[in-house]
């Protein structure tokens, strides 16, 4: 059969299917079957695939392109602003679903509001001391709807302590998976698969405002992937700034909001740890070699810096081509999301070992980038 007929029936397809899921009473027959999250996620995928093709246009038209050079790895100028499809998709499974509370509110005005600072950036590219700026903003704005990190004591340095710690957090993870965002369909399937972990956990500890979320970010980001993970060609267009940290900034908010009981913080706390895991990684690591090194001197550095020195070009360093190296990232983040699932009914003792099993892997990781380094020197 023809790519451009099977095309045509996979959009004849998805457009006969969105129609099916506006009919009244559709969703409430989801509902009154319990499965509400898969009408979610197909929804959100729809609008997503739908939306990408004309953010590609657009993106095009007003010449918002990635061009090749430097650090960057594609050949082609590519279409940015594929973030805009994400969120669309995203903003309308929320809103048509009617899924409101305050904590959801605060997530939804902060990534919004890295969303608009990313999206600017893609076109004209903004000063990374007024990105980080922006960044703490929104996450201050999502901290006073009581989306924070709580284990200390109710005091005024606990709750000092309490913000600081979530701003790292956030900032952090947003930033990270900005820096994951440098191979076809690396950031977006990797925020697929942490949604998909962080919607079970959202099951099995009864989080229904973060699972709502999860799977909305779950089929947004699946929605987009076709077009930037393609089978034998290069992306046909990118997530840009705007998208990149708009899913970090999502995924960091969720594993906030989900609290993850209260009784047990190592639990609790090991949770985020372990999904968020293949993240934390690569920023310690690069950050940590950035300064071994001496590539950089002081923060203002820090933050402006790039080079092709992430847990992806590493990889491919080792000899895996880019496709391998995609899936191998999204197979360890899986490894340690299955990880997370198990602590259900594990004790502290279960997630201190887990957390030293996700430790030796990185270790193991290390090793095979510090011995591929050593053989390449002359």
Sequence with gaps: ???????????????????????????????????????????????????????????????????????????????????AAVYVAFAVAILYNNVYSLELKGVAIGATIVFIMGLVDDVKSLPAKLKLLVQIGATMVMIQFGVVADFLPNTWWGKLGETIVTLIWIIGITNALNFFDGMDG???????????????????????????????????????????LRYKKPAGIFLGDGGSTFMGYMLASLTIMGGWGANDPVKAYTLPVLVLGILIFDMSYTTVTRFKNKQIASFTEYLSFTGKDHLHHRLEQLGFNRRQTVFFIYFIAASLGLCALVLRNGSTLDALLLLLQATLICIVIVILMIKKGNTNKP
């Design 186 to 228: 690396l950031a977006a399937g990797l925020t697929a698969v942490c949604s998909l972990f962080i919607s079970i956990l959202a099951v099995q500890y009864g989080q229904k405002y973060v699972l709502y979320l999860s799977l909305a970010l779950l089929g947004s980001s699946l929605g987009f992937l076709p077009y930037n």
């Design 1 to 83: 059969m023809e790519l451009r007929k099977v095309i045509s029936i996979y959009t004849a397809t998805l457009f006969s299917l969105l129609v099916f899921l506006l009919i009244p009473g559709v969703k409430q027959g989801f509902e009154a079957h319990h499965i509400s999250f898969l009408y979610i996620i197909v929804f959100s995928y729809i609008i997503a695939n739908a939306a990408t093709p004309f953010v590609m246009a657009v993106a095009a038209y007003c010449h918002v392109v990635d061009k090749p050079g430097g650090r960057k790895i594609h050949l082609n100028a590519t279409p940015l602003m594929g973030g």
